[in-house]
Nanobody, 124 residues
Framework: QVQLVESGGGLVQAGGSLRLSCAAS????????MGWFRQAPGKERECIAA????????YYRDSVKGRFTISRDNAKNMVYLQMNSLQPDDTAVYFC?????????????????WGQGTQVTVSS
């Protein structure tokens, strides 16, 4: 079973940037869609970006459009989330997840494997 490990979180000032990385343990990950979710204290987990197996289709939550970019490198078993113009409202634990099939999904129940999460804190 694929295992996912996120990295790249941290503390950044408003307006700054971070790049999150997600390493998958198996090459079969290239057959599946991938997503980035975040969960702030007291709030539900929300999908902020997703990408299909071939990178031909992506999804972005309205609140991050134009600021965040999801990408993947199937040769390296990696998924990335470039986050620019970060704001305090972006503060959350960020998770990468593997979808059940090769498409783009926004619902957490369509993902069957999750990383442990990485904290992103944006100070004002």
């Amino acid at each position: 079973q694929v295992q996912l490990v996120e990295s790249g979180g941290g503390l950044v000032q408003a307006g700054g940037s971070l790049r999150l990385s997600c390493a998958a343990s198996e090459r079969t990950f290239s057959n599946y869609g991938m997503g980035w979710f975040r969960q702030a204290p007291g709030k539900e987990r929300e999908c902020i970006a997703a990408i299909n197996w071939s990178s031909s289709n992506t999804y972005y939550r309205d609140s991050v459009k134009g600021r965040f970019t999801i990408s993947r490198d199937n040769a390296k078993n990696m998924v990335y989330l470039q986050m620019n113009s970060l704001q305090p409202d972006d503060t959350a634990v960020y998770f990468c997840a593997k979808a059940r099939t090769l498409d783009v999904f926004t619902t957490p129940t369509m993902y069957d494997t999750w990383g442990q999460g990485t904290q992103v804190t944006v100070s004002s």
